[in-house]
C-alpha cells in the first residue's frame, strides 16, 4: 500500500515501523475472518483491514484523531488473530501500538473516561492495591457501568494457606525469578505456587521477583508508564543473580518477550532490555510431563490469544496437558478472544460481554471436568455459574506430577 508520511515523520523510529507494515499490507482482507469484533458487528471498520486504513489517515495527518477512528480502534482487542493470519507478514502489533500512543498523545478523551484509565493505570498494576479492592467486589453489583466491571474483578478470590510457600532447593540446575506480576499475584497466588512446584520437580528454583510488566499500560497507549515498569523490572532481574525470567500469565509472557521493540529511541536500555528477553522462558518452553492424572480428566483447553498469537505455544499447551493424562477437549472457534484482553473487559464491557458468552456457550457444550487457560485475565473473565471452574494450566501440571488436586476442584 502507498503511503505518505514525511521524511521527519520517518525520523521517528515508532513511525518508521508502521509505515514499512502500512506499505506491506495489500489490503486482501484475508485477516478479517479471523477477527473477533469483526465477527461480531460485521462492521470492515472494526476489522483489521478498516482498522489499519484508519490508522494509516491518523497517523499520516499526525494531528488530532478523528472520533470514529478512535472509537474502532478501542475496540481492537490486541489479540493478534489477524497477525497469525496476514500472509503478507504484517505486523499489526506494532501499528496498533503506534495508534493507541498517537491517540494517548494527541486525543483528550471526555472527564469519567480519562478518570477511568487513571484508575486502572494506577490500581490493577499494583497488587497490594488490588488484593485491598477485593473487600470492594461485592460493591460491584451496585456500582453502575464500566466502575462496576471494575470493582467485580476478582470476586471470590483469597488467597488461601499454603499460596505463597514455595519449595527451595540446596543445589538447583538453575535459579529462575519468577515475576509475581499484578492482577495474578493478588487473585491467584496458587498459580506461582503451582508453578514453583513444578519447576522444583524438574530441578528448577523459583526465587519470587516482584513487579508489574506493563503489558496493561501498554495496552492502553501509556508509553511512559509502560517503559518505567519495563526498566524496574529489567533493574531487578539483574539485581537478582537469577539465570533465567518467567512469569506465569502468558499475556504478560508475551509482553515480556516483546519489550526490546518498547525501547526503540534508547540504545542503551534496548541492549539491556535485549540482554534480559534472551533470559526469558515461558513456562511452556520449560516443562515436559512427568506424571499422569488417574482416573482420567476432561479438560476443556482454551488457549489465550496471547498464547496464540505471540508465544505461538498454543499447540505446546495442549501436548503437555495430552501427556499428563488428561483427555483434552478444543472448542470450536478456539480462535477467537474470549474478550478479556487485559483491560478490555472494563473498557469495552459490551463487546466483552458477547464475547465472552460465545466463548463459554462453546466451552460448555465439551462437557469437561475443567477448564485450563493459562492467563489470569481469561480466567477470570471466564469464570462463573454454567462453566466447570476455570483454572491455570501450571495448577494441572501439578497435580499430574502429583501434587494435589486443584484447589477450584475440590
Ligand atoms: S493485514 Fe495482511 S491479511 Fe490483512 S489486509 Fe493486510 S495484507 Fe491482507
Ligand atoms: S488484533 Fe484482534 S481485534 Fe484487533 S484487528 Fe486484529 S484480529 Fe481484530
Not at 466463548?359 to 485475565?377: E, F
Not at 466447570?388 to 502429583?402: F, I, K, N, Q, R
Request: glycine share 8%; aromatic share 4%.
Amino acid at each position: 500500500m502507498r503511503t505518505n508520511f514525511t521524511p521527519s515523520q520517518l525520523c521517528d523510529p515508532h513511525l518508521k515501523e508502521a509505515e514499512r507494515n502500512l506499505r506491506t499490507c495489500v489490503h486482501c482482507g484475508i485477516c478479517t475472518a479471523t477477527c473477533p469484533t469483526y465477527v461480531l458487528t460485521g462492521d470492515e471498520r472494526d476489522g483489521p483491514r478498516g482498522r489499519i486504513a484508519m490508522m494509516q489517515q491518523m497517523l499520516e495527518d499526525g494531528g488530532a484523531p478523528s472520533a470514529q477512528a478512535v472509537h474502532h480502534i478501542d475496540r481492537c482487542l490486541s489479540c493478534l488473530g489477524c497477525r497469525t493470519a496476514c500472509p503478507s507478514g504484517v505486523d499489526y502489533a506494532r501499528l496498533v501500538d503506534a495508534a493507541r500512543l498517537h491517540i494517548h498523545d494527541r486525543h483528550r478523551r471526555p472527564l469519567a473516561e480519562r478518570l477511568l484509565r487513571w484508575l486502572i493505570a494506577n490500581v490493577l498494576p499494583r497488587p497490594k492495591l488490588v488484593r485491598a479492592g477485593l473487600w470492594l467486589a461485592p460493591l460491584g453489583r451496585l456500582l453502575p457501568g464500566r466502575l462496576g466491571v471494575m470493582a467485580r474483578i476478582g470476586t471470590g478470590a483469597r488467597a488461601r494457606p499454603g499460596d505463597e510457600i514455595w519449595p527451595t532447593r540446596t543445589r538447583p540446575i538453575m535459579r529462575v525469578a519468577l515475576i509475581r506480576g499484578c492482577v495474578q499475584a493478588a487473585l491467584a497466588p496458587q498459580t506461582d505456587a503451582a508453578i514453583a512446584r513444578v519447576l522444583a520437580r524438574r530441578g528448577f528454583e523459583a526465587m519470587a521477583l516482584e513487579g508489574c510488566c506493563g503489558a496493561l499500560v501498554h495496552h492502553m497507549g501509556r508509553d511512559a508508564q509502560a517503559k518505567a515498569f519495563a526498566r524496574r523490572l529489567i533493574e531487578a532481574f539483574e539485581r537478582s543473580g537469577a539465570e533465567m525470567a518467567m512469569i506465569g500469565a502468558s499475556g504478560c509472557s508475551a509482553h515480556l518477550k516483546d519489550m526490546t521493540q518498547l525501547f526503540a529511541h534508547e540504545p542503551a536500555w534496548q541492549a539491556r532490555a535485549q540482554a534480559f528477553v534472551s533470559k526469558t522462558r515461558d513456562l511452556l518452553e520449560l516443562v515436559d510431563a512427568t506424571g499422569e492424572v488417574s482416573p482420567r480428566v476432561a479438560v476443556a483447553w482454551q488457549a489465550p490469544c496471547s498464547l496464540q498469537n505471540g508465544l505461538k505455544l498454543a499447540d505446546k499447551g495442549r501436548q503437555l496437558l495430552a501427556a499428563c493424562g488428561f483427555e483434552v477437549r478444543e472448542p470450536v472457534e478456539s480462535h477467537l478472544c474470549c474478550g478479556s484482553a487485559g483491560t478490555y473487559a472494563i473498557l469495552e464491557p459490551d463487546l466483552a460481554k458477547r464475547l465472552r458468552e460465545r466463548k463459554r456457550a462453546h466451552l460448555a457444550a465439551l462437557g469437561a471436568d475443567i477448564v485450563a487457560s493459562a492467563n489470569i485475565g481469561c480466567q477470570q473473565h471466564l469464570s462463573g455459574p454454567g462453566l466447570p471452574p476455570v483454572v491455570h494450566l501450571a495448577e494441572l501440571v501439578d497435580w499430574a506430577d502429583g501434587g494435589a488436586m486443584p484447589r477450584a476442584m475440590r
